[in-house]
């Protein structure tokens, strides 16, 4: 068995179908960022446990909950509120830690968005670390988001998870991503500073998660980012065949990388304040 650890902030809408297909496993924590709406009542109806820890970062979010909550099992799961387990991946989780090969293992996400499976345009199979012994495991913070750093080699599932973006309307996918653009930003301005393109990664990474970094890095490299993506993720992945939902998809991803060109354009040259982070390569310039 292993136990599934489940990271919430604000998700009354969806708490109750991620904890539901948790239950599984016999020892499920919720692990809420003090949130503001109904999430902790919710979940406290549930045979689960419910702990609280102030929101810092991604990484150091996940990083003291690995480090921090007692566990029934060596082996853990991550979900996030808008994701599902399935049976089948719950199985697998099973078969696999039983003559596990490797530290930690990834999972491929089906982004589910207006009622459709974007297969196309959302790169699958997109691959997360989700399934890991808990000790072997810590995570950094990277843009909006976080990496994880894993002592011992890593593998990968079959069986996928659905990832049900935008459930709480556009209008919370805006908001959440007009935050995440402002620390994209700052990724940018770093990586453009001080980072490269590995473009042996790039062209001969051994895995998807490998060649998907360096791509992530020569593209902030690119000029019209915004129409490149759109391109991209539309004609050469083939969004197209997602109908409305995938074009709706594009464009918003396309919106998103505007956000972040703006925001870098921002802090690069207007007299505002900016995150500490950033101060430091201002003034190598």
């Known amino acids: 068995m292993f136990s599934i650890f489940i990271l919430t902030h604000n998700e009354e809408v969806e708490i109750a179908a991620c904890i539901e297909s948790a239950l599984l496993s016999d020892d499920v924590i919720v692990v809420d960022s003090f949130s503001d709406d109904r ?29 921090s909550i007692p566990v029934k099992y060596d082996w853990v799961h991550i979900l996030e509120a808008d994701e599902r387990m399935t049976p089948e991946l719950f199985q697998e989780c099973l078969d ?39 000790e072997k495991v810590w ?10 750093v894993v002592e011992g080699t890593t593998g990968f599932l079959k069986e996928t998870y659905p990832h049900y973006t935008s459930g709480k309307g556009f209008s ?23 980072g490269s393109i590995d473009w042996k990664a790039l062209l001969f990474g051994q895995s998807e998660v490998e060649r998907r970094r360096a791509l992530k890095n020569l593209s902030l490299r690119l000029p019209f980012r915004p129409l490149i993506r759109f391109v ?37 040259n207007l007299p505002v304040e900016v995150p500490k982070q950033v101060e430091s390569l201002q003034n190598v310039k």
């Open 39 to 67: 999430t902790l009542s919710i979940a406290q109806s549930y045979p689960v446990r419910t702990v609280q820890h102030k929101f810092e970062s991604h990484g150091k979010q996940r990083t003291w909950m690995l480090r």
């Open 96 to 134: 696999t830690i039983q003559t596990a090969e490797h530290a930690g293992y990834y999972v491929a996400e089906r982004v589910m968005f207006m009622g459709k499976w974007i297969r196309h345009s959302t790169q699958y199979p997109r691959y997360q670390l989700r399934l890991f012994q808990r």
């Open 232 to 268: 991209y993720m539309y004609f050469l992945l083939g969004g197209i065949l997602d109908g409305y939902p995938g074009f709706t998809w594009c464009t918003l991803q396309a919106f998103y990388e505007y956000l972040i060109l703006l925001k870098v354009w921002e802090l690069k």
């Open 139 to 148: 995570f950094t913070d990277y843009g909006h988001t976080e990496r994880e």
């Open 172 to 194: 919370r996918w805006i908001d959440k991503h007009n935050r995440y653009s402002t620390n994209e930003a700052i990724e940018t301005l770093r990586q453009l500073e001080t």
